[in-house]
């Protein structure tokens, strides 16, 4: 049971070039999350998608997009990177909206470098 | 907007010794709180969650307490071991119905032998 996987595990970019990073997880899930995680701040949420076909903004939305693939993959783009944007990234889900006290189970996040 | 300090950034005990962490909220009451252990390299796992009608839970070493009233919640571990070092976040929600979470920014738990 491989529960959330990301991909890739690391990433380096130049500022201007695109990409995806993908997330996926087993565990039937209906939520999943995108966060960003700099040195000294917390976990800062991106986008979320409560359930499959739903997507909203989170915290810190600018500068990217995503897709709700379908219930089990989360995919989230970077169109045009920027150095800003060098962070690990975390892919998390949790179970059914409107379930207010379900954990919500992480990736082991895809560290991106943006020169 | 919601802020959420924990107590410091470093905490540093000696081997079975009982480790305290504090996270204090301001602004908005919380519907539940979550604590979670992070690993260097690795997602923060989910250790316990405390709703706001609750002062007090358990698991095995570990025992979460609420105060609305303070705003806060302390995180503690007993007996505590090498082991145990990682980092600790706290998280809390607000009542919202998709599953949103606030983290604080962690306290990084060193217990030497």
């Known amino acids: 049971n491989a529960g959330v996987t990301q991909t890739p595990k690391f990433q380096v970019l130049k500022t201007g070039q695109s990409m995806t990073l993908q997330c996926a997880q087993d565990m039937n899930h209906n939520s999943m999350y995108w966060y960003r995680q700099d040195p000294g701040m917390g976990l800062r949420l991106i986008y979320y998608?409560?359930?499959?076909?739903?997507?909203d903004k989170g915290e810190v939305p600018n500068g990217y997009n995503v897709s709700r693939l379908n219930k089990r993959e989360f995919s989230l783009r970077l169109e045009s990177a920027a150095p800003s944007q060098t962070s690990v990234y975390f892919c998390a889900s949790s179970e059914l909206p409107g379930s207010n006290n379900q954990p919500q189970h992480f990736g082991d996040g895809t560290r991106l470098s943006i020169l | 907007s919601q802020k959420i300090e924990q107590n410091s950034e470093a905490l540093n005990i000696q081997e079975g010794k009982t480790a305290t962490l504090t996270c204090n909220y301001t602004n908005y009451s919380p519907a539940y709180l979550q604590w979670y252990r992070q690993d260097p390299g690795r997602g923060p796992v989910f250790l316990l969650l405390?709703?706001?009608?609750?002062k007090e839970k358990r698991k095995e070493r570990l025992k979460v307490t609420f105060d609305t009233t303070l705003k806060q919640s302390l995180f503690h571990i007993t007996a505590s071991q090498p082991a145990d070092s990682a980092t600790y976040l706290c998280?809390?929600?607000?009542?919202?119905?998709?599953?949103?979470?606030?983290f604080g920014r962690g306290t990084q738990l060193t217990v030497w032998p």
């Open positions: 405390i709703r706001e009608n609750e």
């Open positions: 998608s409560a359930s499959e076909g739903t997507t």
């Open positions: 998280a809390l929600n607000r009542g919202s119905t998709l599953g949103r979470l606030y």
